[in-house]
């Protein structure tokens, strides 16, 4: 069980803007590589964007340009900027270190709609 707690998620319309935060317990953000990661109903649970200790940064092709993943080390927070939403970045996002979801332990997520 993965003791994160996400937060940020909403309802906006397509192009708008969210940003979402986790705070990782300290043991945690500190030594691993954290990410976000999304689920759409009846899809498979997916990679969005990563970020290891030292700031290295990947995405998944459907979001890169338009989100930014970040780290604030004083505070053990992962953001997600997400811009230029879209309907089809609906579905609940999870934060998590890169370990845990090799493990397939998740959190609750936060949910993120995005109307047309």
């Known amino acids: 069980q993965v003791n994160l707690e996400e937060s940020g998620g909403g309802l906006v319309q397509a192009g708008g803007s969210l940003r979402l935060s986790c705070t990782a317990p300290?043991?945690?953000?500190?030594?691993?590589?954290m990410g976000w990661w999304r689920q759409a109903p009846e899809t498979p649970r997916e990679t969005v964007a990563t970020i290891s200790i030292t700031g290295l940064t990947n995405y998944a092709d459907s979001v890169r340009g338009r989100f930014t993943i970040s780290r604030d080390d004083a505070k053990n927070t992962v953001y997600l900027q997400m811009s230029g939403l879209t309907p089809e970045d609906t579905g609940v996002y999870y934060c998590n270190s890169d370990q845990a979801s090799r493990y397939n332990f998740w959190g609750q997520g936060t949910r993120v709609t995005v109307s047309s």
């Open positions: 300290r043991n945690i953000y500190r030594f691993n590589t």
